[in-house]
């Protein structure tokens, strides 16, 4: 409640993270029922929010089928999820009645995924949306040994249930990378599209991994935003620290999806070492430069050591 400061989405808070019960005796399925781990995807739209100390867990139940070689087919029905800000935040929890419909098929020609995700939300009627999309990602190893991958994205969202607006807006995304000898490079493009009431939303997603890590753009704005962006990385082939030591630089130019008003800049940033196979420790930082009419620029440092066993 202190809007004179930044927020820091890392609230004091102990809290049970997961009680799930898993079931893996019928042929190809597994069923899991409780409080569980949900990521489809890169995460995109459904995600775990992993890097905050609150990870985001869902009260769910989920069945995953294998029978098709190559092919994994999940449903999940969400009734509650439990969001990073913990549960005295107004919006550290949504109850839900949410079915997610998620598929991939690996080919040779890589792999081919859909989703359907019906989100009703109780809390917040204006998060209840239909949300329909295809994805094609893959990966080739050339002669030289480089590695080169792929990704393309396409998904459109509507109102639903008691959302009280009426809309259509579409997301598309697409990146392509190349690594080779320790070194890495990627160059991406991001759209979500806004009516100028309303922006193409994610809210069970991942978001601290898109559209920058200094959070600017947690929600999208009305007039939507488009992200270009490049990735820098490079990986030591022998380590001076540690087990292993990598860093990478991403640099993000912001703008709005109608019109292309300017919506800032951002400059990324980590190092991360492996210490020992238990050990890790990893510096992180995000430059925001923002426009004279706002967003405010914003600088964000990190700094973890995790433990691993």
Do not use: C
Not at 86 to 94: I, Q, V
Not at 224 to 250: C, H, K, M, N, T
Not at 258 to 272: F, M
């Amino acid at each position: 409640g202190r809007t004179g400061f930044p927020v820091v989405a890392d609230p004091e808070e102990t809290e049970l993270n997961r009680l799930q019960v898993s079931f893996t005796g019928l042929s190809d399925m597994v069923a899991v029922l409780g409080r569980q781990r949900v990521v489809l995807g890169d995460a995109r739209h459904v995600g775990n929010v992993g890097f905050r100390q609150n990870e985001q867990t869902f009260d769910a139940f989920r069945l995953t089928w294998t029978g098709q070689e190559g092919g994994t087919f999940n449903y999940l029905y969400l009734d509650r999820v439990h969001r990073i800000f913990g549960d005295d935040h107004p919006a550290g929890e949504w109850d839900l009645d949410a079915h997610l419909f998620d598929g991939d098929y690996t080919t040779r020609l890589g792999t081919f995924g859909g989703f359907v995700y019906f989100v009703d939300n109780q809390d917040v009627a204006a998060l209840s949306t239909a949300t329909f999309g295809a994805r094609w990602s893959g990966q080739h190893v050339t002669a030289d040994n480089a590695n080169l991958a792929w990704l393309a994205e396409y998904a459109r969202q509507s109102d639903r249930g008691d959302n009280p607006a009426s809309f259509d807006l579409d997301l598309f995304r697409a990146q392509v990378s190349l690594a080779a000898n320790g070194w890495s490079g990627a160059i991406g493009f991001e759209s979500l599209e806004g009516d100028g009431v309303r922006g193409f939303s994610t809210p069970l997603a991942t978001l601290h991994a898109y559209q920058g890590w200094a959070d600017v753009f947690l929600t999208t704005p009305a007039n939507g935003i488009r992200d270009a962006y490049v990735r820098f990385g490079w990986a030591a082939a022998q380590s001076p620290i540690g087990e292993s030591l990598s860093a990478a630089v991403i640099f993000h130019d912001f703008e709005a999806g109608n019109g292309g008003g300017d919506l800032g800049s951002e400059i990324d940033a980590v190092v991360t070492t492996r210490l020992s196979a238990h050990y890790a420790l990893e510096l992180k930082a995000a430059f925001y430069n923002g426009p004279a009419g706002g967003p405010a620029d914003r600088d964000k440092v990190w700094l973890a050591f995790t433990v691993n066993y």
